[in-house]
Structure formats: C-alpha cells, structure tokens
C-alpha cells in the first residue's frame, strides 16, 4: 500500500537557526498537506499542495511539491520557540483517505 | 463555528471491556475520519464514514474494532473486549468535501 515516509525523525535547533524536513512518498500523489501538532495538543492543518513543482510561503515557512509529486518539503527560516512541536505530512492518492508521514518533533532551543 | 467535539478527553478501561468514543463534526461536515495515534508515531487511518455509510474501513482491525456514523447524533469508534495494546490517542477529523481535515481533540484510552 502507499507509505509516506519524513525525515528526520528528531531535529534540535538553536532557536534563530532554520530547519526543513523532508517527506517521500511511494507513490505519485494527487496533493500533500503538512499538519502541525503541538505537544499534548491535536493536528491542525497548514497548507495542501496540489500542482507539481508548486512553492507556497507562509510568513516563515516555506512548502516545496516536487516535480515528480512524490516528495514535498518544509522549510522553517529563524526557528522561534512557538515552533516547537511536530510536523506532519499526509498524501493522497485519488480518492484514498490521507496517509501520515510519521513526523518530524522539532525542539527549539532559546 | 464549534470545531470538531470528542468525548471522552481520557477513558480508562480494563482489559474486556468495551471503549466507546464520539466525535461530532464541525457543522455541515459531512465526512468523519478516524485515525490512530501511538506515542512517537504518526496518525495511523482506520475508517472514513459518512452519514449513514462506511466508506473505507481498510485501516480498521476485522475484530474487535466497529465505528458508525449515523443519520443522528455522533460517530462512534467502538472498541469491544479491548486489550493492552488498544491503548493509543485515538483521533477524529471531519471535513466537508474530504479535502483538508479538522481535528478534534482526541481520547486517550488506557487500558488497565
């Protein structure tokens, strides 16, 4: 079945720095959506990504879609500590119901 | 606008018993989605419902696990005879045309 994979796992920064996580898939997706869950709080949806090659800006955060619609990125520029928790993506092929990535934790370090 | 409702927050049973856990969607929200959560993991698909129909159960275990949507009232995850390894986060999300999910706030359930 389709798995979606994230790395890294764990990321530790200094708050200031930037950190990016990753996401592949084992299929071609019709769209990704990357989540945000706080610790002992529930996802909350950022941003979905249809078109290929597509780059969407959110203040901070950047999401990349590639090319091949199998792998998507996200990109946080100077890490505050309001960034902490973990990031999610999730893709959908057709109609299927969305598959998690298994997340990426980020710690912010003041 | 009152978002996506789960009770109960926590739920404590031991193990045989049976779990039940609701969720209400946002309003004029017709799709419910339930998904699995186990510390350090991510949220694993078990069944997308709407009213009155399962639409795709194909992450849900054949035993033991049953969940609803009825023309009335909550969706309801029910969990019959529930062992150890039950106990998870367990996640409700709804969307109005299965596009971008909104989540409830989940139950932990801790089986005993």
């Known amino acids: 079945g389709q798995q979606v994979m994230q790395i890294p796992q764990y990321q530790h920064v200094q708050e200031g720095e930037d950190f990016t996580t990753y996401c592949n898939s084992s299929?071609?997706?019709?769209?990704i959506q990357w989540y945000k869950q706080r610790p002992g709080g529930h996802p909350v949806f950022l941003i979905q990504?249809?078109?290929?090659?597509e780059v969407k800006k959110q203040k901070r955060l950047t999401f990349q879609f590639g090319e091949a619609k199998k792998n998507s990125s996200l990109h946080i520029t100077a890490t505050q500590t309001t960034d902490v928790g973990t990031y999610f993506c999730a893709g959908r092929t057709g109609n299927t119901p969305l598959v998690f990535g298994k997340g990426t934790r980020l710690s912010v370090i003041a | 606008n009152a978002g996506v409702m789960q009770n109960p927050r926590h739920l404590v049973r031991r193990r045989g018993q049976e779990a039940r856990l609701r969720c209400s969607p946002m309003k004029g929200h017709s799709h419910v989605y339930w998904y699995r959560q186990l510390p350090e993991e991510g949220l694993k698909f078990m069944v997308y419902?709407?009213?009155?129909?399962?639409?795709?159960e194909s992450g849900m275990p054949k035993e033991r696990f049953s969940a609803e949507f009825p023309k009335e009232g909550p969706s309801i995850l029910r969990i019959q005879q529930v062992v150890r390894g039950d106990s998870a986060a367990y996640f409700c999300a709804s969307s109005p045309i299965g596009e971008k999910l909104f989540f409830g706030s989940g139950t932990q359930l801790s089986v005993l």
């Open positions: 419902l709407q009213k009155e129909n399962i639409i795709d």
């Open positions: 990504l249809v078109k290929s090659g």
């Open positions: 299929t071609t997706l019709s769209n």
